[in-house]
């Protein structure tokens, strides 16, 4: 396969990674805290895109509802569970937090919900085009996941980098003590906090279950383990990290698997990047000793 159209696959697969890794990175940046139900989070978003995209046909509005109802889920867990645990050593809201996974799943898995079958989301690509050039091509599917990957994280931007809200979690994420004694509401910032990283999951689920076109009750699980693996490779609470580590694991993959000749060994890649920046930058690649 050309150079090109690996790479243009590779930046295809990292939106996935970046938008699902984003949200844990932003959760440990203010709790420092290894946020397991985020895989539950992913799954719900997923399935919720599923039941609006077969009640009204439109992919837009399902990503949309699902955003929504993922960034509900994630103030919900927040109410419920971590609020109570801010001052808590960190195993506690960390076993709180894989208690809420391994409940969620398997919630899902009843038959009222998902069951344990594959469910078909065929949205396509939402009536984009698909992109030919003499160096590579994109099917409407990845242009589809090009274009929703792009615009959120320039949402996330400006959130960040232009409203209050944005500032505050940046300041709580640098030193929780020192924001709240200037006067930033913890509560708030981390509420929203979760909000926003669980709609980012909701919306990689989503693009995920119509890339593949296939949605089930422990899809969440693997992508999970590649989100930790990038948030550590990108340092820890580092979103600039998380995008270049995504990228660069996105990179190796492909490049990896496109020479070797087949697909098995993907998934394991992701774990010897871990153990050689573990072995060599253990701190990340933006992380800080």
Known sequence: MPVMQNLSNAVVLAGTYILMAAGLTMVYGVLKVLHIAHAAVYT??????????????????????AM??????????????????????RTVPLI??????????????KDFLMGPYQKALPAGGAGLPRIQTPWFSLTPKQVLVLVVTVALLAVVYLILTRTRIGLGWQAAAMDRDMAAAVGVNLNRVIAFNFFLGSALA????????VYNNSVFATMGDLPSYKAFIIIVLGGMGSLPGTIIASLLLALVENFLVAS??????????????LILMLMFRPHGLLGQE
């Open 44 to 65: 719900i978003g997923a399935f919720i895109g599923l039941l609006v995209f077969t009640w009204a046909g439109n992919f837009w509005l399902a990503l949309a509802v």
């Open 68 to 89: 929504l109802v993922s960034g509900i889920v994630g103030v919900l867990i927040y109410r419920s569970t971590y609020h109570y645990m801010l001052d808590a050593p």
């Open 96 to 109: 709180a937090s894989i208690g809420l996974f391994v409940m969620l799943t398997d919630l899902l898995q």
């Open 202 to 209: 909701g919306a990689a689920g989503v693009l995920v279950g």
């Open 260 to 273: 070797v000749g087949y697909v098995l060994p993907r998934d394991a890649i992701a774990f010897l990047v």
